[in-house]
């Protein structure tokens, strides 16, 4: 498939990303997980329709793409005002969504607000909401808030130089779920060169916690909101075992529930929480079918533009 780099100017800069497939293919926007880049969709993309146009981007303060102005947080709600930008800057009117982790959460959200633009959501070892205990979120936003004006108050040199192969390194051991190649796919946008080595391109910031934070009940509000067909496909050693709370874990299964009531698809695969980059042909089958029968099927009476 033909690629393609991308840049949308935002106010404090740019989104880059790559782009796959055909100009006037179906648009299907894909959006990585945390501390990852575009990279994520390497070996996926490859295995699925054809008929598409991929629109992999970095997430503002990943891969190539800006980091956010000084003092500016990064939050989920930030995130989905992104999407809008880059929606808007290629023109698009009907699209679906390819998320995984973190991305997920974003894609639900915009799905939720937006629902009359997403055919289909497809969210890859995600949840779309995660929500937070009610009792907690005061102090999970105080700790989020006090992190970042913590970490503003430091004068010393906040990165470090890598050689590539440390840099490597420190990837696979931060991500045990990284296959080695995956690990090389994402240092291509993951790495910036500097006198004496590299350095990670990701923003220091993106590691304080969310501060966008709902309930249960309000997650399941914004989820009755969309409208798209979605595709959860989870993995067995997946997020279950990487929720960022403690408390999260029991709200899974009331989210579960709801997804199937909602005639939503739920299918578990082997694998760990980067199936979809390790091994993509456990998933591809899955996304590809939805992509066919429920965006490509009805796309002959839209019209898309990218």
Request: glycine share 6%; with cysteine; hydrophobic share 40%.
């Amino acid at each position: 498939m033909a690629t393609e780099e991308l840049s949308v100017a935002v106010p404090w800069g740019e989104i880059r990303g790559r782009v796959w497939g055909p100009k006037h293919g179906y648009p299907v926007l894909c959006l990585h997980g945390w501390a990852d880049n575009c990279g994520s969709f390497n070996t996926l993309i490859p295995l699925l329709p054809k008929e598409c146009r991929y629109v992999a981007v970095d997430l503002a303060g990943h891969g190539l793409s800006s980091h956010r102005p000084l003092g500016v947080f990064y939050c989920s709600a930030s995130y989905v005002g992104d999407v809008s930008r880059i929606v808007d800057a290629l023109q698009l009117k009907r699209f679906s969504i390819i998320a995984h982790s973190m991305g997920g959460d974003i894609a639900a959200m915009f799905t939720a607000l937006y629902p009359e633009m997403v055919d289909a959501l497809v969210l890859l070892d995600s949840y779309g909401f995660l929500p937070t205990n009610s009792a907690e979120v005061s102090q999970v936003m105080r700790q989020g808030m006090d992190a970042l004006l913590q970490f503003e108050k430091k004068t010393e040199d906040k990165t470090r130089v890598y050689t590539y192969e440390k840099a490597a390194e420190r990837l696979m051991t931060a991500n045990p779920t990284l296959s080695e190649q995956s690990v090389y796919i994402l240092l291509e946008r993951g790495l910036t060169p500097v006198e004496g080595g590299f350095v990670f391109s990701r923003d220091i910031r993106v590691n304080f916690k969310n501060i966008t934070r709902f309930s249960l009940e309000q997650s399941l509000e914004m989820l009755s909101k969309i409208q798209a067909s979605v595709l959860l496909v989870l993995a067995r050693g997946g997020s279950d075992r990487i929720l960022s709370e403690p408390a999260q874990d029991k709200f899974t299964s009331t989210l579960l529930q709801r997804f199937r009531e909602e005639n939503h698809s739920v299918v578990t695969v082997t694998g760990d929480h980067h199936v979809h980059l390790n091994t993509p042909e456990i998933v591809a089958p899955f996304v590809s079918d939805l992509l066919q029968t429920k965006a490509l099927s009805q796309s002959h009476c839209l019209e898309h533009k990218l």
